[in-house]
């Protein structure tokens, strides 16, 4: 979903209540008071369930906690129907959950992956959109193949089909990727924005593997927390490409900035081959 600027501290407080779930989460509640202990204790397991997974593939984020605002929704099509990045002195989430969603719904869900894959990088400009969104689809599915929550198959279909999907956009909403990430929330992009990003990270992998690179991305990212992210100044014109130097740095190699000069351009749609999907997917498996 999407990542948007906006201070934790602008929250009117008065309609939440928080809940302290462990020393890394911290849940606020819509409508001022938290709701049944079994609603509570659902949702924490979840959360602690989810950032534990993320965490492995990741490694801790580096802010001392995680601000989680929680929406309960008592009728929705699917067990998570929202989520966003709030980005502020401690960056955060927010969710809208099916309130009667089992645990097991919860977990089966791929949005409280991508919205806390989202912590791992600074906020980009909204032409720069397709990086940060791709980023958080490409590393969702990572996580929840880790996780063994989908298979080395599943991991394959599923960026193949959304791949298939962005492909398809790229006929609908045609330009300058940089320019249609820029309005991708009027035009209704995201296929083509989501999905051009994660074919950059797929890409990206690659070329990593090709110059003979140590690391892989999930790699990369867990040194750039310790290294590098809070020196990225967010919401500016150079947030991305610093972020991307920044890995270039730490993978001693030129790919990540050619690369980006390339896609910010393009108005095609990138061509994965399968057999490049397979392989990150062999890579991942646990």
Same mark, same amino acid.
């Given at each position: 979903?999407?990542?948007?600027?906006?201070?934790?501290?602008?929250?009117?407080?008065? +309609?939440?209540?928080?809940?302290?779930?462990?020393? #890394?989460?911290?849940?606020?509640?819509?409508?001022?008071?938290?709701?049944?202990?079994?609603?509570?204790?659902?949702?924490?397991?979840?959360?602690?369930?989810?950032?534990? &997974?993320?965490?492995?593939?990741?490694?801790?984020? &580096?802010?001392?906690?995680?601000?989680?605002?929680?929406?309960?929704?008592?009728?929705?099509?699917?067990?998570?129907?929202?989520?966003?990045?709030?980005?502020? #002195?401690?960056?955060?989430?927010?969710?809208?959950?099916?309130?009667?969603?089992?645990?097991?719904?919860?977990?089966? #869900?791929?949005?409280?992956?991508?919205?806390?894959?989202?912590?791992?990088?600074?906020?980009?400009?909204?032409?720069?959109?397709?990086?940060?969104?791709?980023?958080?689809?490409?590393?969702?599915?990572?996580?929840?193949?880790?996780?063994?929550?989908?298979?080395?198959? #599943?991991?394959? &279909?599923?960026?193949?089909?959304?791949?298939?999907?962005?492909?398809?956009?790229?006929?609908?909403?045609?330009?300058?990727?940089?320019?249609? +990430?820029?309005?991708?929330?009027?035009?209704?992009?995201?296929?083509?924005?989501?999905?051009?990003?994660?074919?950059?990270?797929?890409?990206?992998?690659? &070329?990593?593997?090709?110059?003979?690179?140590?690391?892989?991305?999930?790699?990369?990212?867990?040194?750039?927390?310790?290294?590098?992210?809070?020196?990225?100044?967010?919401?500016?014109?150079?947030?991305?490409?610093?972020?991307?130097?920044?890995?270039?740095?730490?993978?001693?190699?030129?790919?990540?900035?050619?690369?980006?000069?390339?896609?910010?351009?393009?108005?095609?749609?990138?061509?994965?081959?399968?057999?490049?999907?397979?392989?990150?997917?062999?890579?991942?498996?646990?």
């Amino acid at each position: 979903m999407g990542q948007l600027c906006r201070c934790i501290i602008g929250i009117c407080l008065s +309609s939440f209540s928080f809940t302290t779930i462990s020393a #890394d989460i911290e849940v606020m509640w819509q409508n001022g008071r938290p709701p049944e202990r079994h609603t509570v204790e659902k949702v924490s397991n979840w959360l602690e369930y989810g950032l534990a &997974q993320v965490t492995s593939t990741l490694t801790d984020l &580096q802010q001392p906690s995680i601000p989680v605002s929680i929406h309960l929704n008592e009728y929705a099509n699917e067990p998570v129907p929202w989520g966003e990045v709030v980005r502020g #002195d401690l960056d955060g989430i927010t969710l809208h959950i099916h309130k009667h969603a089992s645990l097991a719904q919860l977990k089966a #869900d791929w949005t409280l992956y991508h919205e806390l894959a989202h912590l791992y990088h600074p906020l980009f400009d909204y032409g720069d959109s397709w990086l940060g969104e791709g980023l958080a689809t490409y590393l969702q599915n990572v996580v929840m193949l880790q996780a063994g929550m989908i298979s080395k198959d #599943d991991f394959t &279909q599923r960026i193949r089909a959304g791949l298939t999907r962005g492909e398809a956009a790229t006929e609908t909403f045609k330009g300058k990727l940089s320019t249609v +990430s820029e309005n991708m929330w009027q035009l209704g992009a995201y296929q083509r924005v989501y999905w051009s990003g994660t074919a950059f990270f797929i890409e990206s992998e690659a &070329q990593l593997k090709a110059v003979g690179s140590k690391y892989n991305l999930t790699a990369l990212l867990a040194r750039y927390q310790t290294c590098c992210k809070k020196s990225t100044m967010p919401n500016t014109n150079h947030a991305a490409v610093k972020f991307l130097a920044a890995l270039d740095n730490l993978a001693k190699a030129d790919v990540f900035i050619p690369l980006y000069l390339t896609y910010r351009v393009r108005g095609d749609f990138p061509n994965i081959s399968q057999r490049q999907i397979r392989y990150l997917s062999n890579q991942y498996a646990r």
